[in-house]
Antibody
């Protein structure tokens, strides 16, 4: 059974760095990539970036200067780090398998000024 | 970036009725490999998005045949027949042909 689960702080101060973890089960990170998508409250979906099965990454150019995605295949975990947070980074952050077949439950992150 | 435009923004439907949602992309979604990576998702209240349709017209595992997708190039449609209460929520189209992948703004389906 494929599962993804996001974890991390729910409240972050502005200008600080957000660190989130996506823990997957039911598949190997060496066989499938993982995508991060976020959704501001009451708004639509924004693709943030992907870590491919070979470990390469692609980022949304709008976030590229602040964003990094890494992984630990032995722990089946993918990590998102985004620095210089602002209040408009407040959103639900989702991880999803690379064809969007399976999604995590999401984690609501609030950036406080 | 590819802009995805969905219409309508919201619509109301009677149970048992049929609806169509339109999605238009600012560029052709035909990939160099010949595939068209246009997907449809539903997001029910307080839930994560769920994949309904991928590559224009392929239903994801476990998705009812009441859902059908069609279209090509830049114009796509999702049809839902015999609407049930569990179909209510926000529908998104999304393209996976170009990076960054992008999504429409959503169509909210409500009961009439």
């Amino acid at each position: 059974q494929v599962q993804l689960k996001e974890s991390g702080p729910v409240l972050v101060q502005a200008s600080e760095t957000l660190s989130l973890t996506c823990t997957v089960s039911g598949f190997s990170l060496t066989n499938y990539g993982v995508i991060w998508v976020r959704q501001p409250p009451g708004k639509g979906l924004e693709w943030m970036g992907i870590i491919w099965r070979n470990g390469n990454t692609d980022y949304n150019s709008a976030l590229k200067s602040r964003l990094s995605i890494n992984r630990d295949t032995s722990k089946s975990q993918v990590f998102l780090k985004m620095n210089s947070l602002q209040t408009d980074d407040t959103a639900i952050y989702y991880c999803t398998s690379d064809r969007y077949h399976y999604w995590g439950q999401g984690v609501m992150v609030t950036v406080s000024s | 970036d590819v802009v995805m435009t969905q219409t309508p923004v919201s619509m109301s439907v009677s149970l048992g009725g049929q609806v169509s949602i339109s999605c238009r992309s600012s560029q052709s979604l035909v990939h160099n490999n010949g595939n068209t990576y246009l997907s449809w998702y539903i997001q029910k209240p307080s839930q994560s998005p769920q994949l309904l349709i991928y590559k224009v017209s392929n239903r994801f595992s476990g998705i009812s045949d009441r859902f059908s997708g069609s279209g090509s190039g830049t114009d796509f449609t999702l049809k839902i027949s015999r609407v049930e209460p569990d179909d209510l929520g926000v529908y998104y189209c999304g393209q996976g042909t170009q990076y960054p992948n992008t999504f429409g703004a959503g169509t909210k389906l409500e009961l009439k």
